[in-house]
């Protein structure tokens, strides 16, 4: 049975996550400490305590889910030998997933995911707005639709996250009329997100330059086991390549259903799913209902999950 460990994006995030894994482990409190002290912030308290909008703050939201995953990957492989086949991560989740195949440090990849949040938000400033998940349609219906939106404002599909939800994002004015498209098309619902950006469009192309040249800083090791990637659902284990797929990866759409798919192909049959709740599982579960898919996101469940396994 090939395995693949999996690791969420932004809006996994939840009051109070991460707290149960610090109070057990210090060398975890120890990480978070340094991360802090690096970038002036107070994020174990605003993880442990809130309040949800400042959570919510991009800028918060990705160091924490990367945290997170990578915590409980730590206390998961601290009891077993099992290792994965493949690792990939949703949008954010790519750089965790690079930090359990080695190619980046756990600090390195939690100061770019920091970097990454407010350069994703700066490279918008004064732009009006918005991002959408479209439930109910198939993803070229939903392309088709941002493209006859475009005469009111760029709006295009960026996350494809399972065959019939997928993500849009651009300008106010191009997204509000793709939704008015995409009703009249059937989508069942089409709900507006609460984000910081318009993510995966070339509205914010200044954010991948400027994360390019962070990247540089930093060093990106290969790897043995390869990270199937956001921007081509193919698998990377070059440090180099990893690196420029993450630059890319910010203006790009996220091909979570082809990424799903391409491991499925290479013989996967089991994800584990490494994170704060189960965002991921859904999806998967979505894409191919005979896979098994299993998840570690609180130290509870650690005894259930090893049991299984």
């Known amino acids: 049975m090939k395995t693949a460990f999996v690791f969420p994006g932004q809006g996994a995030q939840y009051v109070g996550m991460a707290q149960d894994f610090c109070a057990s482990e210090p060398e975890f409190a120890a990480v978070l400490s340094a991360f802090e002290r690096r970038h002036d912030t107070d994020l174990g308290r605003i993880m442990f305590e809130g309040p949800e909008e400042l959570l919510k703050e991009t800028r918060h939201t990705q160091p924490a889910i990367l945290f997170h995953s990578i915590c409980a990957l730590k206390v998961f492989e601290r009891h077993t030998n099992l290792r994965p086949d493949f690792v990939a991560g949703h949008s954010l989740g790519e750089f965790s997933a690079l930090v359990a195949n080695g190619t980046l440090d756990w600090q390195d990849a939690l100061h770019l995911v920091r970097k990454r949040g407010e350069f994703m938000i700066e490279a918008n400033a004064g732009t009006p707005f918005a991002m959408a998940a479209v439930i109910g349609l198939e993803a070229q219906a939903v392309i088709e639709a941002c493209a006859e939106a475009e005469a009111e404002g760029l709006v295009r599909a960026v996350n494809f996250n399972t065959p019939t939800q997928t993500v849009i994002s651009g300008t106010e004015t191009g997204v509000a009329k793709a939704r008015e498209l995409l009703t009249a098309k059937g989508a069942k619902r089409v709900l507006p997100l609460s984000v910081g950006g318009p993510f995966h469009t070339s509205l914010i192309e200044r954010a991948s330059l400027w994360l390019a040249e962070e990247m540089q800083q930093v060093e990106f090791q290969n790897a043995a086991t390869p990270v199937i990637s956001n921007v081509d659902a193919a698998p990377a284990s070059q440090g180099q390549a990893s690196r420029d797929k993450l630059v890319r990866q910010v203006v790009s759409p996220v091909l979570w259903v082809d990424s799903v798919k ?48």
């Open 262 to 309: 391409t491991m499925l192909a290479a013989g996967v049959t089991r994800f584990i799913e490494f994170g704060p709740q189960k965002v991921l599982s859904g999806m998967i579960k979505n894409i191919d209902k005979e896979a098994v898919v299993l998840n570690f996101g609180r130290v509870e469940e650690l005894d259930g999950l090893l049991s299984v396994l």
